[in-house]
């Protein structure tokens, strides 16, 4: 039986950036999780994506396939990804569903796929308005990450990193019921992500997990409850790289409850041209980088490459 770990809350619309931004400093330098309140994505569109994911993961297999991943968007049928690469399961019992950056100055926003408007009637711009306007709260939050780092409130910006960022959003869905396997299961193997931030919610359904010391053996792990209304934000890899470890990219897990469960995650990536190499607020004498500069895009691309099966 899990212990459950209690995270920060914090509201996006405080009047006090000042103290928000320690509360940020503290949540990322402990956990590397927190709870994200007042964000500007209302309960009616969270409803609404769900609804439309759970039709689309509803289709017939072969109608799914005919969106199969390809530039990591699209689908991705069960056991084709696993996230733990020194697991030896089949693969992780989950289906997803990815979705980059859309129509603007990005060059890579025609690779989406969508499911037909015929089969799916306003399933496109569902997912759109809602990538909007997760990205949007993201890019706040980004601004409070500044300052948590003291750093100007704008230098994210001016590094280049939300010059048309890389935002993913990528639907999930775990099924209740699954195969008889003398294996361990996991709905999503243990894992830390990989890029600069990501704000998930949920339908509600358990299964979420972190073990705050990823060194350390054996795992320890926590159950992080569902908070109605909150985005559940979590720092990445390439954060922790650009703090010089300061702030904890946590691993985590999805435990199978025997439940279906449907999550949203939304990635925040910096541009991909945008170059990661350790914050001047984060370094010394006494603790020199320990990482060398790095091409955003480049260090995704390298991390994407091991984690499908098929």
């Known amino acids: 039986m899990s212990e459950s770990i209690q995270l920060r809350i914090i509201d996006l619309t405080s009047p006090d950036p000042i103290s928000t931004a320690r509360a940020i400093r503290q949540a990322c330098v402990e956990v590397g999780f927190f709870y994200l309140i007042n964000h500007g994505v209302d309960e009616k569109l969270f409803k609404e994506v769900l ?29 084709a990804e696993k996230l733990d690469t020194s697991s030896t399961t ?37 997912m ?51 195969q008889l396997s003398e294996q361990v299961v996991y709905g999503a193997s243990a894992h830390s992500d990989y890029g600069m931030l990501t704000l998930l919610a949920t339908d509600g359904v358990g299964g979420l997990q ?66 990661v190499e350790c914050l001047k607020s984060c370094c010394s004498d006494s603790s020199p980088p320990r990482f060398p500069p790095i091409r955003a895009g480049e260090y995704l691309e390298e991390r994407l490459k091991v984690t499908y099966v098929s």
């Open 210 to 275: 972190v073990c705050r010391e990823k060194f350390d053996r054996p795992h320890i792990w926590e159950d992080v409850h569902h908070l109605s209304g909150a985005f559940i934000v979590n720092i990445g890899d390439m954060m922790e790289r650009w703090t010089n470890c300061l702030f904890r990219s946590t691993l985590h897990r999805v435990m199978p409850t025997g439940q279906e469960r449907y999550s949203m995650a939304f990635f925040l990536d910096p541009n991909p041209d945008c170059v």
């Open 90 to 126: 089949q693969g992780d019992s989950k289906e997803s569903f990815y979705i980059g950056s859309l129509e603007g100055k990005s060059v890579v926003s025609n690779l989406n796929q969508w499911p037909a408007e015929e089969v799916l009637p306003s399933w496109r711009s569902t």
């Open 51 to 79: 609804e439309q994911s759970k039709k689309f993961f509803s289709l017939p297999l072969e109608d799914k396939m005919k969106l199969l991943r390809r530039n990591h968007r699209g689908y991705t049928p069960l056991y």
């Open 128 to 178: 759109e308005d809602y990538h909007r306007r997760v990205l949007d709260a993201g890019i706040r939050l980004i601004s409070l990450i500044a300052l948590a780092l003291d750093l100007d409130e704008d230098f994210f910006h001016k590094a280049g990193a939300c010059d048309s960022p890389n935002g993913f959003l990528r639907l999930l869905h775990y099924p209740g019921e699954l």
